[in-house]
């Protein structure tokens, strides 16, 4: 991806500019933190999919481990994949923290979700907070989809979150200025955070956006820097994700519009889907 080149700093800042997806530290130093990831309100919609269909659970791009370790201490064995080795470090991370018993229900796997194979099949396959959305290319859509029909078992599901566009997020210009995030974080050695958002380019064709997340952090020394990371986001409608299902031989068991299992409605955010092997019964 392109790196822009013309982003201003608060003025005194350092600007660390970072690649594009995950690899960048500072959106894995900064994940859990964030306000974006601290409002999701989806943790017990996940454990009450585990508690439905069962264990052991695999979760595709499980990135720092907010879901994965709330279902192992929720009792449930879980296996997580990601690309993002960062992500996957800020998850092992947190693993000498917890119970032995809660650790060995975690296991975790550097990988791509469109190109894995662990020979083994799973209950229920959740990719909770858009992973998805990073997968840019039909092909690489469709890639993830076949990996997940081979590791599904013949009753299980697979649960999906993507949000539902809101196409002002299409083309309108107001979202080309930097929106700051409510909410200062403090970390626990004293660093200060705040988080901005702007859209950098619109690309309707491929239904994709540029995107940046802009982490402002002020050091107790004094010292700021401002970190932007990058990345580009497809965006999807319902009957598009209906017929991709379809076209990978699944079938839309349920499709909710908020983690409360609510319906899809013209102004929901989330589009939650519950997929299971077409011509499965229930
Ligand atoms: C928004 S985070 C979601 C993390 C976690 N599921 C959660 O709910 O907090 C998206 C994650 O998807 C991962 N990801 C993106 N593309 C991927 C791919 N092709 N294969 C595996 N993981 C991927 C990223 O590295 C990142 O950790």
Avoid: W
């Amino acid at each position: 991806m392109e790196i822009p080149s013309d982003f201003s700093a608060a003025s005194g800042s350092q600007v660390r500019r970072e690649f594009g997806d995950y690899e960048g530290a500072g959106i894995a130093e900064y994940y859990d933190a964030s306000y974006v990831v601290r409002q999701r309100s989806d943790l017990d919609f996940y454990t009450g999919c585990t508690a439905r269909y069962g264990d052991p659970v695999l979760e595709l791009g499980c990135g720092t481990g907010r879901v994965l370790l709330r279902l192992a201490q929720a009792g449930y064995r879980v296996t997580g994949i990601d690309l993002s080795e960062r992500m996957l470090s800020r998850c092992r991370e947190k693993l000498p923290d917890l119970p032995g018993e809660v650790r060995d229900r975690v296991r975790l796997v550097a990988g791509d979700m469109t190109a894995f194979d662990l020979k083994e099949t799973f209950p229920l396959v959740i990719v909770p907070f858009r992973p998805f959305q990073h997968l840019l290319r039909t092909e690489d859509q469709l890639a993830c989809l076949a990996r997940v029909k081979r590791h599904l078992a013949p009753a299980g599901r697979l649960v999906f979150d993507l949000f539902q566009t809101d196409p002002r997020r299409m083309h309108d210009p107001c979202f080309l200025e930097e929106h700051p995030v409510p909410g200062e974080v403090t970390l626990p050695d004293g660093r200060k955070v705040r988080m901005a958002e702007r859209t950098r380019e619109y690309h309707r064709a491929i239904q994709c956006n540029d995107v940046e997340l802009v982490y402002d952090v002020s050091f107790p020394d004094g010292r700021s820097e401002r970190v932007v990371n990058p990345f580009r986001i497809r965006y999807f409608f319902r009957y598009e994700v209906e017929h991709l299902l379809a076209r990978a031989g699944f079938r839309v068991a349920e499709l909710f519009g908020d983690f409360s299992r609510g319906p899809l409605r013209d102004d929901s955010a989330e589009m939650i889907f519950v997929a299971a092997h077409a011509g499965s019964g229930g």
